[in-house]
C-alpha cells in the first residue's frame, strides 16, 4: 500500500518561503508521476507542480512559474515543492499525489490518473498580506 506523508505547510508572511515534503512509501513501481495539488474551500482543486520519475520532466501552473520548484531525493523517497516569493493567494490547503500510470506530468496536473493515485493528507500553507 502506497503512503504519502506531507509535512511543511505554515504560516508565512507574502513574500516568504517554505519547503512541502512528500514521504512516501509502500511504492513498488519504477516509474511513477507525482504532483501537488492545492484547494481553498469553495474553489476547485489546481495542480501546482507534477513530475515524472523516467525522465525528471516538469510541469508548473502558470500561477506558480518562477517561484515554485519541483524536486525529489530518491534516497530518501521525498518529492518537495520549494515555494518562494509567497502571494496571499497561494494560501490553500496542498496535497501531494502519486500514480504508477505514466502520464505526463501536464497531464497529471490536469487531472489524469488522479483516480488511481494514492494522495497524502495534506499540509496547510496561509499566507498573511
Known amino acids: 500500500e502506497v503512503q504519502l506523508v506531507e509535512s511543511g505547510g505554515g504560516l508565512v508572511q507574502a513574500g516568504g518561503s517554505l519547503r512541502l515534503s512528500c514521504a512516501a512509501s509502500?511504492?513498488?513501481?519504477?516509474?511513477?508521476?507525482i504532483g501537488w495539488f492545492r484547494q481553498d474551500p469553495g474553489k476547485e482543486r489546481q495542480g501546482v507542480s507534477c513530475?515524472?520519475?523516467?525522465?525528471?520532466?516538469?510541469y508548473y501552473a502558470d500561477s506558480v512559474k518562477g517561484r515554485f520548484t519541483v524536486s525529489s531525493d530518491n534516497a530518501k523517497n521525498t518529492v518537495y515543492l520549494q515555494m518562494n516569493s509567497l502571494k496571499p493567494e497561494d494560501t490553500a490547503t496542498y496535497y501531494c499525489?502519486?500514480?504508477?500510470?505514466?502520464?505526463?506530468?501536464?497531464?497529471?496536473?490536469?487531472?489524469?490518473?488522479?483516480?488511481?493515485?494514492?494522495w497524502g493528507q495534506g499540509t496547510q500553507v496561509t499566507v498573511s498580506s
Open positions: 513530475m515524472s520519475s523516467r525522465d525528471g520532466s516538469t
Open positions: 509502500g511504492f513498488s513501481e519504477d516509474d511513477y508521476t
Open positions: 499525489a502519486a500514480g504508477s500510470d505514466f502520464i505526463t506530468p501536464y497531464f497529471y496536473c490536469s487531472g489524469y490518473g488522479l483516480q488511481r493515485s494514492s
